[in-house]
């Protein structure tokens, strides 16, 4: 490691005034600037809630795109005000905007799960603002014609996403959270990544730890005692001496107890596996696209009205706007296999793995695909203008998960973070997963 990078933690150690108390998670998580895994994960902790913000942010802008003047709906009446987002382009507008929400929703409840199911505030407040939003569209869809020269078929499909998704958020956070806090949660899943460094890099980062804390002591911001349980701790828990000062702690480290005593157990490991229920869901999202490609594929011999082909669901005698909501609902859900795929590969240390690669390039292809062959076989039944945004949007956020894959991923494997994360679990005396 370079010295000047790793020396970085003990130049904050040395000059910082630490005037709230010295923060050991934040001096810990200095030692691995130079950790491509690690750094990448810090990184990340910034220009995540940048990108969370937006995803926020897209159902107020859907909420106050149609409006007009206070008190006063410009639905239906363009040029009421001169901002006001009308016809095809609040269409596509809409469609953008809860495409991003459900995005949001998607990455908040892999982060609630993984994070060991802490609530945060601020995320509860963006799943209800999503959820009622999307239900006021739902609303304002239901006469016809719809709002602003909307078409129904188009945007519903995604805003009955947002709207499961929304709910499911909001009932999880509310209902189903654990105590603890976020930071903790964190400063925990960093310290995973730590403990699954090559031993040499584990213990330049143990010596450099120490040389921090005699910097403490030389400053007398902590005392011998203190240094003593912090120099005993394993990398990456410092945190823990964080969470001692808190008057809501996190579960500590499973002790040996005595008959009839109790202890309390730490959450499971964020780096090992999901559970059943989850990895089904996930394979159901990374296929949707492939069943999307299917969709219009034709039936020979077999005619459309509407010119090209009838495909093989229209010939079975699904039409119409049944037949636009499945291959919309294929599109919502392969958007979100994608989100969950770029979430696990930030969450266990920008580690490549050949299965997201297979799911995001099927997921890329299915696209690509799908909009070649709708010309060939669809017919007036399929509507081109409702389908080509969603299928747009799965191309998108599939390119997007291949670029962070392949420029912005750190060697080593995801299996070996999935083992080291079950391994824990066994000696916290928790069940986990084997991993696979």
């Known amino acids: 490691m370079s010295k000047s990078v790793r020396s970085d933690a003990v130049q904050v150690a040395t000059q910082a005034q ?55 709906l410009g639905i239906g009446q363009p040029g009421r005000v001169p901002w006001m987002v009308y016809g095809e382009t609040l269409q596509d507008l809409a469609l953008v905007c809860f495409v991003l929400a459900l995005c949001g929703q998607t990455w908040t409840l892999l982060s609630w799960w993984h994070l060991g199911r802490r609530r945060d505030w601020l995320t509860v407040l963006s799943s209800l603002v999503t ?36 709910a499911l958020a909001v009932g999880a956070q509310l209902f189903a959270s654990r105590p603890g806090t976020l930071r903790a949660a964190r400063a925990q899943a960093r310290g995973g990544l730590m403990r699954v460094l090559p031993q040499e890099q584990q213990q330049s980062l143990l010596t450099e730890r120490q040389e921090v804390l005699e910097v403490l002591l030389t400053r007398h911001l902590v005392d011998r005692a203190t240094a003593d349980q912090a120099a005993a701790l394993p990398l990456g828990d410092w945190w823990r001496l964080d969470a001692d000062k808190d008057a809501d702690k996190p ?44 969709l219009p594929i034709g039936n020979p011999g077999i005619s459309g009205t509407g010119g090209g082909m ?18 919309l609902l294929c599109a919502m859900a392969g958007v979100i296999g994608q989100v969950w795929t770029l979430f696990d590969w930030w969450r266990l240390g920008r580690r490549r793995d050949g ?71 066994q000696a916290n005396g928790l069940s986990a997963p084997e991993p696979n």
Not at 24 to 41: H, Q, T
Not at 133 to 149: K, N, T
Not at 262 to 286: D, E
Not at 374 to 395: C, H, K, N, R, Y
């Open 251 to 294: 579960a500590e480290p499973v002790q040996r107890s005595v008959p009839g005593e109790t202890t309390r157990r730490p959450l499971p490991s964020s780096l090992a596996n999901s559970n059943m229920a989850l990895q089904c869901l996930k394979a159901v999202a990374l296929v949707a696209p492939f069943g999307m490609m299917l």
């Open 18 to 72: 630490f005037d709230q108390g010295v923060s050991f998670a934040a001096l810990e998580a200095r030692l691995g600037r130079d950790v491509p895994s690690v750094r990448g994960r810090a990184r990340g902790e910034r220009v995540v809630p940048v990108a969370r913000l937006v995803t926020y942010a897209a159902p107020v802008v859907a909420l106050l795109a149609p409006l007009g003047v206070p008190d006063q």
């Open 131 to 166: 959820l009622l939003i999307s239900v006021l569209w739902l609303m304002w869809l239901e006469p016809s014609p719809a709002i602003g020269g909307v078409l129904p078929q188009v945007v519903r499909p995604t805003i009955m996403t947002a709207v499961v998704l929304g």
């Open 355 to 425: 299965l997201w690669l297979a799911s995001s390039w099927t997921a890329l292809g299915s696209a690509v695909v799908t909009l070649v062959i709708f010309p060939f076989f669809i017919t007036g039944s399929w509507g081109m203008q409702v389908l080509t945004g969603p299928i747009l949007a799965v191309a998108i956020s599939a390119g997007l998960v291949l670029v962070a894959l392949y420029a912005a991923s750190v060697p080593g494997t995801v299996q070996e973070l999935r083992t080291a994360g079950h391994a824990e679990d």
């Open 310 to 327: 009838k495909s093989v669901m229209e010939s079975d005698g699904i039409r119409g706007d049944t037949l636009i909501t499945m291959a």
